[in-house]
């Protein structure tokens, strides 16, 4: 990645604009992976601001071969291309997400809609997935109040992470602020040191790749 500048890519799923403790550890995760360096460059989803949801026509769309599709039809895919290439061009993602009913939020699953597209982010082979998107990594903040992740009614944890290994991202790290109902300020503050750890970690091995170049 010599020469070139490192991309982050953050997906904002909390659809709360103000006092959301997902976007704040998101805030932290992104400056801890460098994300304030002039030489990185940080692409922000916020999926507050809008997305759309998958239908007959836009399913039809996108199985018309690309160079059959008609105009109105590239522009139902637009969005979705969109969403796409940020995958494509991030080399690290963090995804900030919180926990709604035991699973992940309406918004943040149509974007899993849009960003899963036979043979652009996954193919199948013998009959097997093969996900497209590898050589990158991911950062998941998962938040909740009462639900505990990883615990039999956390819908959420296991679904985003298959879902990041079935399109081929499988270097994946979970922030797990989950149970914030009992012990709000621990479970921030243990998040936080969680994310500097990171950090430091993300700069070690930036030190060690510049010695070996």
């Given at each position: ?13 909390s659809m709360r604009k103000t006092k959301s403790v997902s976007r704040r550890l998101a805030d ?67 995804i900030a997400v919180p926990i709604y009913n035991f699973s992940v939020p309406a918004a943040f699953k149509a974007w899993i809609d849009l960003v899963c597209r036979t043979d652009i ?93």
């Amino acid at each position: 990645m010599s020469g070139t500048p490192k991309t982050i890519l953050r997906v904002d799923a909390s659809m709360r604009k103000t006092k959301s403790v997902s976007r704040r550890l998101a805030d932290e995760m992104v400056a801890a992976l460098g994300g304030r360096s002039q030489d990185v460059e940080v692409v922000i989803r916020d999926l507050t601001c809008g997305i759309g949801l998958v239908n007959d026509a836009w399913i039809d769309s996108d199985r018309t071969p690309e160079e059959m599709r008609t105009q109105d039809q590239r522009v139902l895919l637009a969005q979705s291309d969109a969403l796409v290439s940020e995958l494509q061009a991030a080399d690290d993602i963090v995804i900030a997400v919180p926990i709604y009913n035991f699973s992940v939020p309406a918004a943040f699953k149509a974007w899993i809609d849009l960003v899963c597209r036979t043979d652009i982010t996954f193919v199948y082979e013998n009959d097997k997935p093969r996900g497209l998107l590898a050589d990158k990594r991911a950062f998941v903040v998962i938040t909740s109040g009462g639900t505990l992740g990883r615990s039999e009614i956390d819908y959420s944890s296991g679904y985003v992470e298959h879902i990041l290994s079935f399109i081929g991202i499988t270097d994946v790290t979970f922030v797990d602020v989950t149970g914030l109902s009992k012990n709000r300020r621990k479970v921030i503050a243990d998040a936080s040191k969680t994310i500097a750890k990171i950090g430091e970690g993300a700069s070690t091995n930036q030190r060690n790749l510049s010695a070996a170049e």
